[in-house]
């Protein structure tokens, strides 16, 4: 949903419909947000790892994370997720 909005407001702030324009959008739409979304792949495949995690290693990381982690924790990491949130910036208020 986030690169939805960023890419429709990138687009609607175009100038014109020229080919110029269009790849300065999607050049635009990758500087804003190629970053998070690789952040966010770095972490859903850690979490996937600890998760389906087959060794005995993997299963009590998994254990000492869900039974041990204190909640502040896992909330200071839900945060680092949801911290960004674009808005629409063309539809009227």
């Given at each position: 949903?986030?690169?939805a909005?960023?890419?429709?407001?990138?687009?609607?702030?175009?100038p014109?419909?020229?080919a110029?324009?269009?790849?300065?959008?999607?050049?635009?739409?990758y500087?804003?947000?190629f970053?998070r979304?690789d952040?966010?792949?770095?972490?859903?495949?850690?979490?996937?790892?600890?998760?389906?995690?087959?060794?005995?290693?993997q299963?009590?990381?998994?254990?000492?994370m869900?039974?041990?982690?204190?909640?502040?924790?896992?909330?200071?990491?839900?945060?680092?997720?949801f911290?960004?949130?674009p808005?629409?910036a063309?539809?009227?208020?």
């Open positions: 949903m986030h690169d909005v960023v890419l429709a407001n990138c687009i609607y702030n175009m014109d419909v020229s110029v324009s269009m790849t300065a959008a999607f050049e635009e739409y500087h804003q947000r970053h979304l952040d966010q792949f770095k972490r859903s495949q850690t979490m996937m790892s600890v998760m389906t995690g087959k060794t005995w290693i299963r009590m990381t998994r254990h000492a869900l039974n041990y982690v204190p909640k502040w924790i896992q909330d200071r990491d839900f945060i680092k997720s911290e960004y949130r808005q629409v063309w539809l009227p208020l």
